[in-house]
Protein backbone atom coordinates (compact mmCIF):
# COMPACT_ATOMS: atom_id res chain seq x y z
CA UNK A 1 0.00 0.00 0.00
CA UNK A 2 1.10 3.38 -1.03
CA UNK A 3 1.32 5.92 1.77
CA UNK A 4 0.03 8.71 0.29
CA UNK A 5 0.98 11.35 2.65
CA UNK A 6 4.63 10.65 2.54
CA UNK A 7 5.36 9.95 -0.64
CA UNK A 8 4.36 13.00 -3.25
CA UNK A 9 5.91 11.73 -6.12
CA UNK A 10 3.19 9.06 -6.32
CA UNK A 11 1.16 11.12 -6.36
CA UNK A 12 2.21 13.88 -8.54
CA UNK A 13 2.69 10.97 -11.41
CA UNK A 14 -1.03 9.76 -10.88
CA UNK A 15 -2.51 13.19 -10.76
CA UNK A 16 -0.47 13.99 -14.13
CA UNK A 17 -1.28 10.78 -15.95
CA UNK A 18 -5.22 11.26 -14.62
CA UNK A 19 -5.15 15.16 -16.31
CA UNK A 20 -3.66 13.94 -19.20
CA UNK A 21 -5.97 10.62 -20.25
CA UNK A 22 -8.96 12.56 -18.96
CA UNK A 23 -8.45 15.45 -21.39
CA UNK A 24 -8.12 13.12 -23.99
CA UNK A 25 -11.20 10.61 -23.22
CA UNK A 26 -13.23 13.21 -21.84
CA UNK A 27 -13.91 15.15 -25.22
CA UNK A 28 -13.78 11.85 -27.49
CA UNK A 29 -16.51 10.45 -25.12
CA UNK A 30 -18.59 13.36 -25.67
CA UNK A 31 -17.83 13.89 -29.30
CA UNK A 32 -18.55 10.22 -29.92
CA UNK A 33 -21.89 10.18 -27.69
CA UNK A 34 -23.19 13.34 -29.82
CA UNK A 35 -22.45 11.69 -33.40
CA UNK A 36 -23.30 8.00 -32.65
CA UNK A 37 -25.68 7.41 -29.78
CA UNK A 38 -25.14 3.61 -30.90
CA UNK A 39 -22.24 3.48 -29.64
CA UNK A 40 -22.83 5.13 -26.16
CA UNK A 41 -22.52 1.86 -24.74
CA UNK A 42 -18.94 1.34 -25.89
CA UNK A 43 -18.23 4.70 -23.89
CA UNK A 44 -20.06 3.54 -21.45
CA UNK A 45 -17.96 0.58 -21.66
CA UNK A 46 -14.63 2.47 -21.56
CA UNK A 47 -15.99 4.69 -18.37
CA UNK A 48 -16.57 1.47 -16.68
CA UNK A 49 -12.96 0.44 -17.25
CA UNK A 50 -11.44 3.90 -16.51
CA UNK A 51 -12.81 3.32 -12.94
CA UNK A 52 -12.26 -0.15 -12.12
Given at each position: MID???DSKWTRI???KWTISL???LPAIRQIT???PVTRRTSLR???F???
Open positions: WSKLTERIIQVQIYWIHI
